[in-house]
């Protein structure tokens, strides 16, 4: 029997710490948290100063259960959950739960599972920081307030089992509002003249030399006149202007910039980027990887200088420090770095591999010399004319921190490639090879990708590193902002060349707009932020949720009670609720579009009970209104009445099949195909208004040879138990309810009496059909809503 029971969050961080201890530690690990807020009602006690109700979650019960009796039969417990807030509130569940003792437990922490942390750590302990407790407890009372007050108000006044919650409202809001800046947004154009000179260089050789003018001209007359002046003009180089310059590496990696890195280095989404992160960390690979913090350790930095000394020589180590700058930095005390400098690679997936390599060499670039650049820029005159050209380009002197690693921007793209400029001199006179003035437009707004969302929460500082990912996941889950790409689209643009004495005047085509991984807000999303927005401006307003983030720091200081807090908020916020339900109206995001030119009725779109709709006529008028759902890619903001109009062309005959009519159609999913009761989707790659009969066959018949695929055999007299290929392997299905096929059962062999077994192995499979969906959710928090209002009157 161990002597010492060490607990943490994580099965893989309980493995990797088992390796560093001897027979004396037993490790063992709550998976998380084990206790949260009761499901019943609102699970906090308004009546006695807004305490928690928590509750062991029912799939935590049998790891209490073998946690109690491993604590009972230790001498030393160690609870030794991650170090931020999140960490510490584990700790402190833990000990309320098991009914630890405070003479034989002890609270242990570290940024990074080696060996030399672990030990330390124990040699170390401390108490269960009841602050940084309170802080945690303050942020999920405040937010299971705001969700479950303002949940009710959005099924009444928008639409059924919609929610909201504070951080993703205000990330909703940001987004919204950047595509309505797109839509609203005016492209002005100009014309940029570049030119191309000939010459000789200082050795005698022809050179060609690339310059752009300093001036831009903002119509077609202003460029035209500029080119027949050149016609005449002489050229000569003015001055050539050399100056020295250095570029400083990046400071290590903290949470949101790791995010923004990986995103466009590695094209990782924020979520997929925490999780690769998670196992290197509990792998012992890198520190701590939920952190605010830039700051390096003295033995860090150490072993980076004798790295880069190994690797590249003295003369490549820069040594420094770097000052945090975000606001209220409190998570761990660390960036992230790898645990071991002089390990450069790491064993596991090619995710973990890759986003390792960049924490790597992020960190070794960070203790690097600043590269040293030369920057030259030639100028050139024009006769009679008060504008010049300029060439511009750069030579690396000294590669310093390059050798290793480069930040990227997400403007890559539209960075000017300068290089090595020939030799030349001033006074020399060149000769044009070719003038050109080409028509350039202003650039939309960029939406915003997953990285750049967080980027700008931190810089609002609105969340903290644990919560961006979360944050992002969930206004995707709850489909009030999609992901996606956009196709590109055809623009027109104006080409003006001067070759000698003779100008051309052509008209090309480009492609502009393509969007590849971007958020969309949905046009629910958009209703449910203007809603919001009109009835709770100060919930959705930047400078609150930032100033909640600075409350909550101020907790964890022990500077603010955490209940004088949400007792402040709630004052204020209730009554707003309460009077919203009374007072507002119903929100549909209505548009009116026009009028159809058939029927002379009105024709407007709005949300629906499904989704965003078409409306010919109106609820008022004796005859019925005629719907039609919106297409995937259209929107309530954006679309056009002819676009609404050709809509209601569907649904439409396409032809028949096995003397069955086939119709298309657009349906509460997308569009569609019906056919002999059956219906099947169409890809995204199929406009249903331009379907063809040929094609609606294809779909159908490969939607039939997949479904004969999917069953493997059924069971029962009346085939009640049906055997599936399903997407994450095969299962059986009976009344309606999904049980699994454990492993090493081949379910070919199944038989009627084993599924019978396995069903009743599996009492669970069927909760949502008996009660725990959607509705019954909805159920219960507007009835705890309302006792919640009583108890508070």
């Not at 014309?191 to 191309?196: E, Q, S, T």
């Not at 006769?383 to 380009?393: K, L, R, T």
């Not at 206004?475 to 999609?482: L, P």
């Amino acid at each position: 029997m161990s002597k010492n029971l060490v607990i943490v969050e994580s099965p893989a961080k309980a493995k990797t710490i088992e390796k560093f201890l001897g027979n004396d530690y037993r490790v063992m690990s709550s998976f998380g948290h084990i206790r949260d807020l009761a499901e019943k009602g609102i699970g906090i006690d308004f009546e006695n100063n807004y305490q928690p109700q928590y509750i062991v979650t029912s799939d935590k019960k049998k790891v209490v259960s073998e946690l109690k009796k491993a604590s009972k039969e230790a001498e030393m417990i160690w609870l030794a959950s991650d170090e931020d807030r999140e960490g510490e509130a584990i700790a402190w569940h833990l000990y309320e739960e098991l009914k630890l003792k405070k003479d034989n437990t002890k609270r242990i922490v570290f940024h990074e599972i080696t060996k030399e942390a672990i030990l330390h750590a124990i040699e170390t302990p401390r108490e269960i920081d009841i602050h940084l407790v309170d802080a945690q407890q303050a942020r999920r009372v405040l937010d299971r307030i705001v969700g479950f007050e303002l949940s009710p108000v959005l099924w009444r006044k928008v639409r059924p089992s919609l929610s909201a919650g504070r951080v993703q409202s205000v990330a909703v809001r940001l987004i919204v509002e950047r595509e309505r800046e797109i839509n609203q947004f005016i492209p002005e154009s100009s014309y940029k003249v570049n030119a191309i000179f000939k010459s000789i260089d200082i050795k005698g050789q022809p050179v060609e030399l690339k310059t752009e003018l300093q001036q831009r001209f903002s119509n077609k007359t202003e460029a035209l006149a500029f080119l027949e002046k050149c016609k005449n003009s002489g050229f000569t180089i003015d001055s050539i202007v050399t100056k020295p310059a250095k570029k400083s590496p990046a400071p290590p990696f903290t949470t949101s910039t790791l995010q923004q890195e990986a995103a466009r280095k590695l094209g990782f989404s924020v979520a997929q980027t925490m999780q690769v992160a998670q196992r290197l960390y509990e792998a012992g690979k890198i520190t701590y990887m939920r952190t605010d913090s830039v700051n390096l350790s003295d033995l860090a930095i150490n072993t980076s200088k004798a790295e880069i000394t190994s690797m590249a020589g003295q003369k490549y180590v820069h040594t420094r420090r770097f000052n945090t700058k975000t606001k209220g930095a409190q998570e761990a005390h660390e960036a992230i770095r790898p645990s071991y400098i002089n390990v450069h690679t790491v064993e596991g997936t090619t995710q973990e591999k890759k986003l390792y390599e960049l924490i790597w060499k992020r960190t070794i670039a960070s203790q690097m010399a600043d590269a040293e650049l030369e920057k030259t820029s030639i100028y050139i005159n024009i006769s009679d004319s008060p504008y010049q050209f300029i060439a511009s380009g750069e030579v690396i002197v000294f590669d310093g921190f390059l050798k290793v690693y480069l930040e990227s921007t997400d403007d890559e793209s539209d960075a000017e490639n300068e290089s090595l400029l020939p030799a030349m001199k001033s006074g020399e006179k060149l000769i044009p090879g070719e003038i050109v003035a080409q028509q350039r437009f202003t650039q939309k707004p960029a939406r915003y990708s997953e990285a750049s969302l967080v980027r700008k929460l931190e810089e609002l500082g609105i969340g903290r590193p644990s919560t961006y990912a979360p944050t992002i996941s969930t206004i995707q889950n709850r489909t009030y902002v999609e992901k996606g790409d956009r196709q590109a689209d055809k623009r027109d643009y104006n080409v003006l060349k001067l070759i000698g004495d003779k100008i051309t005047d052509k008209i090309k085509t480009e492609n502009t707009g393509a969007e590849k991984s971007k958020l969309f807000p949905t046009d629910i999303g958009i209703v449910v932020n203007d809603f919001l927005t009109e009835y709770f401006p100060e919930i959705l307003s930047f400078d609150f949720t930032a100033n909640v983030e600075k409350e909550f720091d101020h907790i964890a200081d022990g500077k603010t009670q955490w209940t004088k807090s949400i007792d402040k908020f709630y004052k204020k916020f209730h009554p707003i609720v309460e009077d919203t339900m009374k007072n507002s109206e119903r929100q549909v995001g209505e548009r009116i579009l026009g009028v159809d030119p058939v029927s002379g009725r009105q024709l407007s779109v709005k949300i629906g009970k499904f989704g965003p709709l078409a409306q010919i006529g109106t609820a008022e008028e004796e005859e019925k209104p005629v719907f039609a759902s919106l297409r995937r890619d259209q929107s309530i903001e954006s679309i056009t009445l002819e676009d609404a109009l050709e809509l209601f062309k569907l649904p439409r005959q396409l032809g028949e099949l096995e003397e069955k009519v086939m119709t298309v159609a657009i349906g509460r999913f997308g569009p569609y195909i019906r056919h002999d009761g059956s219906f099947y989707s169409l890809p995204k790659t199929d406009d249903p208004m331009e379907i063809t009969a040929e094609r609606a066959v294809e779909i159908i018949e490969a939607k039939r040879e997949e479904e004969k695929n999917r069953l493997i055999c059924s069971l029962g007299e009346n085939g009640e138990i049906q055997v599936l290929n399903g997407r994450f392997g095969p299962y059986f299905t009976c009344e309606k309810v999904n049980y699994k096929i454990p492993k090493g059962i081949d379910p070919a062999t199944l038989t009627f009496e084993k599924c019978r077994e396995l069903m009743a192995a599996q009492p669970d499979a069927g909760a949502k059909k008996k009660g725990f969906g959607r509705k019954t959710t909805a159920a219960k928090k507007t009835t705890a809503a309302k006792k919640t209002t009583k108890a508070k009157k």
